[in-house]
């Protein structure tokens, strides 16, 4: 059975995932690794970003790792045959439901921020993104000719009960293992969605999780106060569309987008999907100057969440801190480390 | 005919509306100004928070002025007779499509944000929200009760050719007037609807706006490098759901929600709506500590944007900015002036 399957896929992917080959390598030499094609790579070699094999891998695997997908080649693809569909496909395939991003402030990079050196460091909070509801699926979804000449287009936001309480639930049980405190981001002064929403999360809260403290925060107000103090904050969870939005914004609050991991998880003791907050950043790819951290630490998330490993997790995480507090610094971080010089420091410290 | 109607609202809307009159009163006192009950206020007292007669009202001044609506006293009250739903409607009612909110960095206050100095000094961007479209007005829109006893609740986004092109028109215009740059943000990897705001954004820009550098960028990259590098923008064009919340995420850049105003415009010669982009703020209402700099700025951006007095809206503006730098300060800018205190510093400045 594989332990962990790679999915490089496009631009800077297979430049980051080749160092987590080389961390796992020493850290971890009796994983079982497998790899596939994925994204643009793979509409390449089959004419689809995601084939029927590639998902089956996906779940029979304890844990897949993905490096980035995308990129200006494929803009002319038909939509659904589009590397990013092959990630949507992805994620509702292996009903990853539970996106976990964190917004982590290295202590050696609390100055590599935009924002005052008070105002993040320290800072370590969870966004929690529901990861395949909302409107990146409801139906319909369409874009129509008017009598008139002109084009209608609509897209469907849809959540049910169970969608969001298998989600706030994570939430709920992550907060518990932290600093016990909950914000639920919608807008439900505006969407009946957020109506329902915010009801779900109140029932679940006050049912089961009414010794988590728990606030509900629109989500303008949201994206506000992640820029003011970020550091109020210790698990958010919100819908698709708002945590992709949010989960943005909060990665850059470290200044690093380069830093950050992220987990999508599902049923208990299904495999989770891992892959950094970066995209395939097609403007450095080939160059050998990507940052590699952040799919080392996907890695380590995986370890963690899904590998039952959390021990070598605790090692990884402590090397990666290490190696940054020794200097390390790809260009990102504004030093001139190449990827692989990125990835021996994380060796070397482990 | 009223030249400024005024809706004072709920919260610290008539606290700061008073500094207003008191403004116009010295700057303007030909200015033949109305005022109405709205929101909370107007749902208290008509049992509707926007009655057909203040529609009326609204669209035939030459402008409209709106404090502040809502609060926690209204919680309970049916989803369409809230404060905020009286909003909405007057919002569609005076067609207003193109929301201005500027995100702009006063100098005296440029060491006022979570963000450095050196990030947000002498920042002067704009952000160009659809107003009346998208998925605050689609149909359908409901929750139902599914058979399993769970529920299933439904939002639509809808946006035709017809709102996309006259939005994305304001901001190619304002451009030419400023730095002549647009970027145009959506998720066209995700929504139908991300597609054809592409479409007819490019197809615009192409026909009759190619003077204008435009760059499409997706709406999570956008609330990224709004925290990054805010200093890249000049005029950001975007719908309505993703411009709610880019453009709280952009104001709260200058440290001073307490300072941004807002103009909302529709067709040319129709009356334009002002707000400021702070809301009701029920927790200091009432103590006179509210900063009344948002609404001073929303009258300025109505003297230019509909009373055609961009004489006075200079005045205005350097008495707002001769007023900081003399260190006047509300509490939310770290000082000790009442309301009215800081109004004054206004008056004294003009
Ligand atoms: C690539 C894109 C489809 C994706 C998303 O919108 O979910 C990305 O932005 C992300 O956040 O993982
Ligand atoms: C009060 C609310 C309905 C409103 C909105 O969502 O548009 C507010 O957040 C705003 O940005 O003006």
Redesign the pocket.
């Known amino acids: 059975m594989t332990d962990l399957l790679l999915l490089p896929g496009d631009g800077i992917g297979p430049e980051v995932i080749a160092e987590v080959r080389k961390v796992a390598a020493v850290l971890a030499p009796d994983l079982a690794l497998d790899e596939r094609p994925f994204g643009g790579k793979s509409y390449d070699l089959h004419g689809e970003p995601l084939t029927a094999e590639t998902l089956e891998a996906a779940k029979s695997a304890k844990a897949v790792l993905m490096g980035a997908v995308g990129g200006p080649k494929w803009t002319g693809v038909a939509r659904d045959k589009r590397p990013e569909a092959g990630l949507l496909g992805l994620r509702a395939g292996m009903n990853v439901f539970a996106n976990l991003r964190p917004a982590l402030c290295f202590q050696p990079l609390a100055d590599a921020s935009s924002l005052k050196r008070e105002v993040v460091e320290g800072l370590d909070f969870m966004i929690v993104r529901e990861l395949t509801g909302g409107i990146y699926f409801g139906e319909p979804r369409f874009i129509e000719t008017l009598p008139s000449g002109g084009k209608r287009a609509v897209d469907t936001q849809v959540y049910t009960t169970a969608e969001i309480e298998r989600v706030a639930r994570v939430a709920f049980e992550l907060a518990r293992g932290r600093r016990n405190k909950v914000h639920s981001a919608e807008?439900s002064?505006?969407m009946d969605s957020g109506l329902l929403w915010r009801e779900v999360v109140t029932d679940l809260h006050k049912r089961e999780y009414s010794d988590v403290q728990l606030e509900h925060i629109?989500a303008?107000n949201a994206a506000m106060q992640i820029v003011k103090n970020p550091k109020q904050f210790d698990v958010m969870v919100t819908d698709n569309l708002f945590g992709d939005i949010l989960s943005d914004a909060a990665a850059q609050l470290t200044g690093s987008l380069g830093m950050l991991p992220s987990a999508a998880l599902g049923e208990p003791g299904a495999p989770g999907l891992y892959e950094p907050i970066h995209g395939s950043a097609p403007d450095i790819a080939g160059k050998g100057v990507a940052n590699p951290m952040a799919a080392i630490l996907s890695f380590e998330m995986a370890l963690r969440w899904s590998l039952s490993r959390s021990d070598l997790a605790d090692r990884l995480f402590a090397a990666v801190d290490k190696a940054l507090a020794s200097g390390a610094r790809t260009p990102d971080l504004g030093g001139a480390l190449t990827t692989a010089q990125m990835g021996d420091a994380v060796v070397t410290a482990l």
Request: glycine letters at 0%.
């Open positions: 807008k002064n505006v629109l303008d």
